[in-house]
């Protein structure tokens, strides 16, 4: 007759079979609280954005040049498919822990076996052993499984560090773009208004020579030159240190892109308004907030792991082997033997070491909730920074363009004044000297437009949408197999 199973043992005879799962569940990511608007008018979403490759909108070949060539030799873009790769690699091996092990082995050994007392001579001999021992412990409380899955996220985290990555990259390139344009076409105002201050000048030591000007006059003219071309090498370091900066985001030493970019180049025009997107919308698009989300998730299944450190573990060993005094007849005359059983481990004391052990994972399972939470509030504060300061740099630089030509008309005025006798010197060189700041600010704020756009297309996550991929090992291996020493 057949034993009924007690009722009370289903629960234990399932978790046998199927194994169970200790540890909170991550299921979604928690709520983010985006606001329905943006708190600033500047930032109010009016139509779908654009964010794929922004920066073509500048109509700019040559800052679309250098982003793809900063895609493909980037080295911060080389270490993040590096640690995707390593993320992939630390997914499959920590798969490997709910498969069983199975090894091979052989040996020999030889022993000698001391007679009795009333025997013949002592024995010596050989035995050799070939076979296989596998091992497998059972996951019955999804230490493993939640292993896995902490990895899985880690891949996904890796994969939004890479667009992060890439992301940052194309600012960065565009804005250094920028800036080096910038100053080459301040370096050239200041060079072309120098120029026109030394002819003053000489026309003004002229006329000091026919006693038609002061010497007084003269000597404000040439300081007027001087404090013009002070400002050249000062500007010229500036370029130089945005060009440099922009060999080494492509992947190459410093002064690789200066014979390329030297001289004059246009600003960028923006052809288009900057893309505006909801604050939903955002976060979905903000690769650093997707890494930040599967970070929490990842510290959300680690917890698991150490909660399953805390139960008991079974595991199942076996092996089969064959025997023989002589080599040749481990094949054909051996004897053969096999073992097999379960193994219970039961954590009874450790010292409080496994409970600290959960803790600490809480702990930083907290601490990536609050970096979760930190990157959505550092998105939508970049986007309301960046909208607010692209607008209100617009607003000032039209009141800056109407400053210089205000400037220019009083300089023309000074000067015919002067040249009528109905003005001193120093107000032609007032004049020149407020035509050259209102015109330096001009250019810089032209700068910061093009800039202020560059931020609010990162703020909104914008980024390289073609398949970048995990790359390929950059050190390349000789031959690594067995070989002398």
């Known amino acids: 007759m057949r034993r009924a199973v007690p009722?009370?043992?289903?629960?234990?005879?399932?978790?046998?079979?199927?194994?169970?799962?200790?540890?909170?569940?991550?299921?979604?990511?928690?709520?983010?609280?985006?606001?329905?608007?943006?708190?600033?008018?500047?930032?109010?979403?009016?139509?779908?954005?654009?964010?794929?490759?922004?920066?073509?909108?500048?109509?700019?070949?040559?800052?679309?040049?250098?982003?793809?060539?900063?895609?493909?030799?980037?080295?911060?873009?080389?270490?993040?498919?590096?640690?995707?790769?390593?993320?992939?690699?630390?997914?499959?091996?920590?798969?490997?822990?709910?498969?069983?092990?199975?090894?091979?082995?052989?040996?020999?050994?030889?022993?000698?076996?001391?007679?009795?007392?009333?025997?013949?001579?002592?024995?010596?001999?050989?035995?050799?052993?070939?076979?296989?021992?596998?091992?497998?412990?059972?996951?019955?409380?999804?230490?493993?499984?939640?292993?896995?899955?902490?990895?899985?996220?880690?891949?996904?985290?890796?994969?939004?560090?890479?667009?992060?990555?890439?992301?940052?990259?194309?600012?960065?390139?565009?804005?250094?773009?920028?800036?080096?344009?910038?100053?080459?076409?301040?370096?050239?105002?200041?060079?072309?208004?120098?120029?026109?201050?030394?002819e003053t000048a000489d026309l003004t030591r002229a006329r000091a020579g026919v006693g038609s000007a002061s010497a007084l006059d003269a000597s404000r003219a040439d300081a007027q030159v001087a404090a013009t071309e002070a400002e050249i090498p000062v500007l010229e370091a500036a370029r130089a240190g945005a060009v440099h900066r922009l060999g080494i985001l492509l992947g190459r030493e410093p002064g690789a892109l200066g014979p390329r970019l030297a001289g004059e180049a246009a600003l960028p025009t923006l052809s288009a308004d900057p893309p505006r997107a909801a604050p939903a919308e955002v976060l979905a698009n903000r690769p650093d907030v997707a890494s930040a989300e599967r970070a929490l998730a990842q510290a959300t299944a680690r917890v698991g792991v150490a909660a399953a450190a805390r139960y008991p573990r079974i595991s199942l060993t076996g092996s089969v082997a064959t025997y023989a005094t002589e080599f040749g007849d481990l094949g054909r005359n051996s004897s053969i033997g096999w073992s097999f059983g379960p193994s219970l481990t039961v954590p009874i004391f450790q010292g409080g070491a496994l409970q600290a052990a959960q803790r600490l994972a809480e702990a930083e399972r907290d601490q990536a909730f609050?970096?979760?939470?930190?990157?959505?509030?550092?998105?939508?504060?970049?986007?309301?920074?960046?909208?607010?300061?692209?607008?209100?740099?617009?607003?000032?630089?039209?009141?800056?363009?109407?400053?210089?030509?205000?400037?220019?008309?009083?300089a023309r005025l000074a000067r015919l004044l002067y040249d009528n006798g109905a003005s001193a010197f120093l107000d032609v060189l007032d004049a020149e000297r407020t035509l050259f700041a209102a015109e330096q600010s001009l250019l810089a704020s032209d700068v910061a437009v093009a800039s202020d756009y560059v931020a609010l297309a990162k703020a909104l996550g914008g980024g390289w949408e073609q398949p970048v991929g995990a790359g390929e090992p950059l050190v390349q291996d000789g031959y690594t197999g067995p070989r002398l020493r």
């Open 7 to 198: 009722l009370r043992c289903l629960p234990l005879a399932l978790a046998l079979l199927g194994g169970c799962a200790v540890g909170p569940d991550y299921a979604a990511a928690p709520p983010t609280r985006a606001p329905a608007a943006w708190s600033t008018p500047e930032t109010a979403a009016t139509k779908a954005p654009r964010l794929a490759e922004w920066w073509t909108l500048l109509g700019d070949s040559t800052l679309d040049a250098l982003i793809a060539e900063a895609v493909s030799g980037n080295l911060d873009v080389a270490a993040a498919q590096a640690r995707l790769r390593a993320a992939r690699a630390s997914y499959v091996q920590a798969g490997g822990a709910l498969w069983p092990s199975l090894e091979a082995g052989t040996g020999v050994t030889r022993s000698r076996t001391a007679p009795a007392q009333a025997a013949g001579r002592s024995a010596t001999g050989n035995l050799y052993r070939a076979g296989f021992d596998a091992s497998w412990e059972i996951d019955l409380f999804g230490g493993s499984a939640r292993a896995l899955e902490a990895a899985g996220y880690g891949v996904d985290a890796a994969e939004a560090d890479l667009r992060a990555t890439l992301l940052t990259l194309i600012g960065d390139v565009a804005t250094n773009s920028v800036d080096a344009r910038g100053y080459a076409l301040r370096i050239a105002l200041a060079r072309r208004i120098a120029q026109s201050q030394r």
């Open 370 to 410: 609050v970096a979760f939470r930190a990157a959505v509030l550092t998105a939508l504060e970049d986007v309301e920074n960046a909208s607010v300061a692209l607008n209100q740099e617009r607003i000032r630089r039209a009141r800056l363009a109407e400053q210089v030509g205000h400037a220019r008309d009083a």
